[in-house]
């Protein structure tokens, strides 16, 4: 089209003769420059020529489904091409026309445009143009049509004056008397819109009789609806009113014979609950709520146990208000909590599965004691459940109740349905990824011992997951683990078990390593890290990010004068750190190569939340997220492990080696990652340079003597490092034939289920031995030749 908008062709004609050509993808594209054919007319052009052609295009039987759409579409936008609101009747009767087409789609892409059209309309439009479509659909011989204009009554009522605001009601109120089940189910669910713009009188007078038609229907699809609409008029009410008008009906339709009404009704328990308020809910909805718990349909029963929890919160938010007093509702205890026993021991799985899914949300409500009494059995008894589905609902959620009362009480338990998950390839992956949650409770919860006893080889089991995204999201909880239990630990647990993955022999399990090391640089559950990308972004969000607690602590001047020194003494090992850091990534040539690549080619990041989805979210409500920033109990409780300090030493003398070793491996994706990995190292560092160039730490550092000598130290070593191993490189590319990288889909299923761990041990073992004995003679033979050359000279 912009080929012939530059010649003389007429866009019109073009426009026309796309909308008539015979395949159809060149039809919906045409309607979708529409804006284009009109900018390129003038109004006057698209008035005249172009609105008439678009309104025989709804008329044209010839035309799919799927043009209609996205004329629909378009139209809600195309006020300003004929001129303004001046003018909106034009498009108005396209949208007329479109909103009585048969197929549903199409009628509610006229009504969403109809809704975009009107908020720019004034009143007088509204009444003259608006008004009179509105009234012409619901007059409609065709059920379409009036469906359609159900959907119309909500937006236009609050723009006309009284006597049109009457016309209205008054047509509604036929609409929902209409002959057709179709017609009344439309204005039964519309109906939960239209009463909250309603005038209370009007509301009460006028359309609770129909709230009580509707409940009384033939159909029930339309008493399924009468339920919405009875809790959209309660919410309206006074508790005395909803008594009077609303419960009784409400009470009706929980008895319903249609099983589909009751399940309803206890789907929307909870808004019941808040639209009935304290009182009235003791009185009559806790009776309704057991009927449907011990309801003969079991999909009832599933809906009522996943309101449970939230049915619970409910009653004790109110009973705090009403009684100002912080005590659990007795009515949880003595009314409530037999419904659970009763759902815990249902025939039904599905009844046993939903239950499973919120049980433990209850803990924090009931307490220590009463979850241990009451809760605590249920608990047990679950994950000992036949149902898988049961047990891993149950461990998914298990971090409600260590919170509560520790892992002390179920920790056999527990760790026995927890090793059986992560070992059995058949269970659900997210299932097993959620599992670091878990363990990371029972962690904080038992300690460092407890976790190398007990957790550290499920944990390892979890980063060699068969399922990229397990492996991808299993290594959000390392930072958490090494900010409690400290770097010292880690070094000798956790660090190990990561780092043993840059020797894997399938590349997309290398990848293991390279996440690890990202999560400890730049932790995914850091709030600072959320939205800061580069280290401007950083700074701009925030100016500390890693010494605010340190500046503090300098600046103020009010901790004890060896908690002062404690302070200026770590400022003063982070900066040597930090410098001698930036040394080797400014000097280090295969370091330059890989950020010189990332900044010369735009490559997509491959964000963890995609495969983390909730997990994210359940670590953020439930963890302290300050991961990165030195925090005083760090300092005064455990100074020489520090987090920040922990994590500078690890990238200088673990991985940067084993990065570089990742960078020359023969799979481009891995030395890919590796970039990336050096990229947010790099990040890192300029980060905490700009921190250091503060003035309150400067005035530290100016005093530092073994500065000066440790960055000539650095400089040495980084001189020295390349040298050596570029000379090593040298000799050994020539006696030794390194293997391709490649991997079979044979092999792969291998590693995933678990089938051939001890053969991959023992080749790696042979493959590493007969490695290590070439390199040997290599060395050998080098230094044999280094000292005859000596000798000689």
Not at 160 to 183: E, W
Not at 551 to 579: C, G, M, P, S
Request: glycine residues 2%.
């Amino acid at each position: 089209m912009e080929e012939v908008e530059n010649s003389n062709t007429n866009p019109f004609d073009l426009f026309t003769s796309e909308c008539n050509d015979i395949e159809l993808q060149v039809r919906i594209n045409a309607i979708k420059k529409l804006t284009t054919v009109a900018i390129a007319l003038d109004r006057e052009k698209t008035r005249t020529e172009l609105i008439p052609f678009l309104d025989t295009l709804t008329e044209g039987i010839y035309n799919d489904d799927e043009v209609l759409l996205s004329l629909g579409e378009e139209l809600g936008n195309f006020l300003p091409y004929v001129g303004g609101t001046e003018y909106a009747h034009l498009i108005l009767n396209i949208l007329e026309k479109l909103a009585s087409i048969e197929e549903n789609l199409i009628r509610e892409k006229a009504i969403e445009s109809l809704h975009k059209i009107i908020k720019v309309l004034d009143t007088n439009i509204v009444e003259t143009a608006f008004i009179p479509l509105v009234i012409r659909l619901a007059d409609s011989e065709w059920f379409t049509s009036k469906s359609t204009s159900t959907a119309l009554f909500s937006i236009c009522y609050p723009r006309v004056s009284g006597d049109i605001k009457t016309d209205l009601r008054n047509v509604y109120r036929v609409l929902c008397q209409d002959d057709s089940p179709l017609v009344r189910r439309s204005a039964a669910g519309k109906l939960t819109e239209f009463a909250r713009v309603l005038e209370l009188q009007y509301l009460k007078d006028e359309f609770i009789p129909v709230f009580d038609n509707f409940s009384k229907d033939d159909q029930d699809s339309v008493r399924v609806l009468a339920v919405d609409v009875g809790i959209s008029i309660a919410t309206r009410l006074k508790k005395k009113e909803v008594e009077e008008f609303i419960l009784t009906t409400l009470t009706e339709l929980c008895g319903d014979a249609s099983w589909r009404v009751r399940y309803r009704v206890a789907y929307q328990i909870n808004l019941i609950q808040t639209a009935l308020g304290y009182e009235l809910t003791r009185k009559y909805l806790v009776a309704i709520y057991q009927n449907l718990i011990h309801d003969g349909e079991p999909q009832v029963r599933e809906a009522s146990a996943k309101n449970i929890v939230g049915f619970c919160e409910i009653l004790q938010q109110t009973y705090i208000e009403e009684h100002n007093d912080e005590q659990i509702d007795p009515a949880i205890l003595n009314e409530i909590f037999p419904l659970i026993q009763y759902l815990d021991q249902d025939v039904s799985p599905e009844v046993k599965e939903a239950l499973s899914m919120v049980i433990t949300s209850l803990s924090p409500l009931l307490g220590v004691e009463n979850t241990k009494t009451l809760l605590l059995p249920l608990i047990t008894n679950s994950l000992l459940n036949d149902s898988s589905r049961v047990r891993e609902n149950i461990i998914s959620n298990l971090n409600n109740i260590i919170s509560v009362i520790g892992i002390s009480d179920i920790a056999d338990t527990v760790l026995k349905i927890v090793f059986e998950l992560v070992n059995n390839s058949a269970s659900v992956w997210r299932t097993r990824r959620n599992l670091i949650v878990t363990i990371n409770y029972i962690a904080k919860q038992s300690g460092k011992e407890y976790f190398d006893t007990n957790l550290k080889a499920l944990y390892q089991k979890l980063l060699s997951d068969g399922v990229y995204a397990v492996r991808k999201t299993a290594p959000l909880i390392l930072p958490i683990l090494i900010k409690n239990f400290g770097f010292k630990w880690a070094s000798s647990s956790v660090v190990p078990l990561f780092l043993i993955f840059s020797e894997h022999r399938h590349y997309l399990y290398r990848f293991v390593c390279l996440f690890c090391i990202d999560e400890l640089v730049t932790p995914t559950l850091e709030s600072k890290f959320e939205s800061a990308t580069t280290a401007d972004d950083i700074q701009n969000k925030n100016r500390l990010m890693y010494l605010q607690q340190v500046r503090n602590i300098i600046v103020n001047q009010a901790e004890e004068e060896e908690t002062i020194n404690k302070t200026e003494k770590l400022l003063k090992r982070l900066n040597r750190l930090n410098k001698t850091l930036k040394i080797k990534l400014n000097e280090e040539e295969w370091i330059l190569n890989a950020l010189a690549f990332l900044d010369e080619n735009d490559v997509a990041e491959d964000d963890i939340k995609k495969y983390a989805e909730d997990t994210i979210e359940i670590f953020k409500r439930d963890n302290n997220l300050d991961i990165m920033n030195v925090s005083r109990d760090e300092i005064i409780l455990k100074n020489d492990d520090v987090y920040l300090e922990g994590v500078l030493d690890l990238i200088l003398n673990k991985c940067l080696t084993v990065l570089r070793s990742l960078y020359k491996d023969p799979v481009p994706n891995v030395q890919l990652k590796v970039a990336k990995t050096v990229k947010k190292i790099a990040t890192f560092n300029k980060s905490l340079e700009a921190e250091f160039e503060e003035e309150w730490a400067r005035n530290i550092l100016k005093d530092d003597p073994e500065d000066d000598i440790n960055m000539k130290e650095a400089n040495s070593e980084a001189s020295d490092d390349v040298s050596q191993n570029d000379g090593v490189e040298e000799e050994t590319a020539e006696k030794i034939e390194e293997k391709p990288d490649e991997i079979t889909n044979e092999e792969t299923t291998e590693i995933a289920e678990g089938h051939s761990e001890e053969e991959v041990k023992v080749e790696k073992s042979e493959e590493k031995s007969m490695e290590t004995e070439l390199i040997k003679i290599l060395e050998e033979k080098l230094s044999a030749e280094k000292i005859t050359s000596n000798n000689q000279s």
